[in-house]
Each structure stands twice: as C-alpha cells, then as structure tokens.
C-alpha cells in the first residue's frame, strides 16, 4: 500500500444500529476494499501478553491515520483538542474586538 492514498468511508446503516466503517484504496486496477473482519476479545491474565488488533507498515501510518481522522471528522466529531483550540481563537477574537473598541474611542477623544 506505500504510496497509494488510504480511502476511509464512516457510515451509519439506515436500517440497522451498526456503524460502517470501510478501509480501501485504490490503484490502476480499481478500487480495494479491506475483507470484512470480526471483532473477537480475548480476556488477557495479569501478565499476559496482549496482541496488536492492527498491524500497519510504518510507511503508510500516517497517512493511514490522517484518513481515520478526516473519516471522524466527515461524521462531525472534532478532537477534543480542535475543540479547545476553537475555543481560545473564540476568545481571542472577541479580546481583539473589545481591545480595538478601546483604542479608537481613545483616539476620538
């Protein structure tokens, strides 16, 4: 998959409680779809070894991972950090406002 761009969809099914999630990409011979895989838990012992659910080559990680993130954000969910970021640009910007409000009634004087 190094250098093929990750396609991602998130979709609700209208006809059931489910969320569709669809990991793919697609090259000159169409589009690829990852099988469909069943999520299984296994209980781990204190002092057992836990397994990775996912493996994915480092060279396709991050794009891999930006593709989940633009998938959540499609679904309207925004990181709790965007959120908080928002919200001080928010309150910079009106900051901004009272300061110019303050500086050209002075200058009127």
């Not at 469909?36 to 781990?44: C, G, H, S, T």
């Not at 309207?76 to 009106?94: D, F």
């Amino acid at each position: 998959m190094l250098g093929r761009e990750n396609i991602i969809k998130i979709r609700q099914n209208p006809f059931t409680d489910e969320l569709e999630i669809y990991f793919g990409f697609e090259d000159n011979k169409g589009l690829n779809i990852a099988k469909p895989v069943k999520l299984e838990y296994n209980r781990i012992d204190e002092g057992g070894e836990a397994k990775p659910t996912f493996l994915i080559p480092r060279g396709v990680a991050s794009n891999f991972l930006e593709a989940i993130l633009g998938a959540i954000e499609d679904q309207g969910i925004k990181p709790e950090s965007t959120s908080k970021t928002e919200g001080l640009l928010e309150a910079t910007k009106y900051h901004l406002e009272d300061m110019r409000k303050i500086v050209f009634n002075k200058e009127k004087e």
